[in-house]
C-alpha cells in the first residue's frame, strides 16, 4: 500500500500562498489518481480536488476553483496542491489520498497521509 506524507502548511495572513506537498512512497505512483481533501474544525472532512496519473484530468470542488491548483511531479512521486488568496474559511488540515473511480464516481481508495494544517488569519 502507498504511504502518503503532506508538508506545507503553517500560519499565513489572509491574501497568502501556500504549496502543500504530498509525497508517496511505494506503488507505482505515476498510475494512481491523487486527491485532495480538507477538514476544518467541527466539520467533516471534504473533496478539495484531484488529478489523474497523467493530469490529463483535474477536478475542483466548486468552493476552491479559481484559487487552487492541483499538479503533480510523477519523478517525484509527488502531488501538490497550490493554493493562492488564502481565506480564514481555508484553515483546516489537509490531506492527500489515493482515488479509484466507481460507477462514474471517484473516492478514497484508502491510503490518507497525516495531513497538514494550514490556518489563516484575519
Known amino acids: 500500500q502507498v504511504q502518503l506524507a503532506e508538508s506545507g502548511g503553517g500560519l499565513v495572513q489572509t491574501g497568502g500562498s501556500l504549496r502543500l506537498s504530498c509525497a508517496a512512497s511505494?506503488?507505482?505512483?505515476?498510475?494512481?489518481?491523487m486527491g485532495w481533501f480538507c477538514q476544518a474544525p467541527g466539520k467533516e472532512r471534504e473533496f478539495v480536488a484531484l488529478i489523474t496519473g497523467s493530469a490529463g484530468y483535474r477536478s475542483y470542488a466548486d468552493s476552491v476553483k479559481g484559487r487552487f491548483t492541483i499538479s503533480r511531479d510523477n519523478a517525484k512521486n509527488t502531488v501538490y496542491l497550490q493554493i493562492d488568496n488564502l481565506r480564514p474559511e481555508d484553515t483546516a488540515v489537509y490531506y492527500c489520498?489515493?482515488?479509484?473511480?466507481?460507477?462514474?464516481?471517484?473516492?478514497?481508495?484508502?491510503?490518507w497521509g497525516q495531513g497538514t494544517r494550514v490556518t489563516v488569519s484575519s
Open positions: 511505494g506503488g507505482t505512483f505515476s498510475t494512481y489518481t
Open positions: 489520498a489515493t482515488m479509484s473511480s466507481g460507477g462514474g464516481v471517484w473516492r478514497p481508495s484508502g491510503s
